[in-house]
């Protein structure tokens, strides 16, 4: 059996309601793709801790988790993820990527413009709905 690992997702809003977005650089998995970020929960973390790390270490922003959004398993192949979505607000601090090549700041009925990667479509076509 595969082994699942538990990943956390930011759905960051600014003060306008537009969602940050951004796309995975060469030499990672799903590289081109777009995503909500986030990263992998470590040992006795809660995602919204891991989300204000991840935040903090790969993009140099504060964010404050504020609810749960959904979950969404997916199975890549090699290794299958569960993706944990929560709404966040942005805080403070200039964006700078570090395992992203591009971000953006994006309305929600423009999501459906990009192409995801798989464990976050769900989310995008929920999003979508509500725009």
Same mark, same amino acid.
């Given at each position: 059996?595969?082994?699942?690992?538990? +990943?956390?997702?930011?759905?960051?809003? $600014?003060?306008?309601?537009?969602?940050? !977005?951004?796309?995975?650089? $060469?030499?990672?998995?799903?590289?081109?793709?777009?995503?909500?970020?986030?990263?992998?929960?470590?040992?006795?973390?809660?995602?919204?801790?891991?989300?204000?790390?991840?935040?903090?270490?790969?993009?140099?922003?504060?964010?404050?988790?504020?609810?749960?959004?959904?979950? $969404?398993?997916?199975?890549?192949?090699? +290794?299958? !993820?569960?993706?944990?979505?929560?709404?966040?607000?942005?805080?403070?601090?200039?964006?700078?990527?570090?395992?992203?090549?591009?971000?953006?700041?994006? $309305?929600?009925?423009?999501?459906?413009?990009?192409?995801?990667?798989?464990?976050?479509?769900?989310? +995008? +076509?929920?999003?979508?709905?509500?725009?």
């Amino acid at each position: 059996m595969k082994r699942m690992i538990e +990943v956390a997702a930011a759905i960051i809003e $600014n003060e306008q309601g537009q969602i940050l !977005i951004a796309r995975r650089r $060469n030499g990672k998995s799903q590289a081109g793709m777009w995503e909500f970020p986030g990263g992998k929960i470590e040992t006795d973390e809660t995602p919204e801790a891991c989300l204000i790390r991840e935040l903090r270490e790969e993009m140099g922003i504060k964010i404050e988790p504020y609810a749960w959004f959904g979950d $969404n398993e997916h199975d890549y192949g090699t +290794v299958r !993820i569960k993706l944990i979505a929560y709404l966040a607000k942005y805080s403070h601090g200039e964006i700078r990527l570090v395992d992203h090549d591009e971000y953006r700041w994006t $309305n929600r009925e423009e999501l459906g413009e990009y192409e995801w990667a798989p464990a976050d479509v769900p989310f +995008v +076509v929920q999003l979508s709905e509500k725009s």
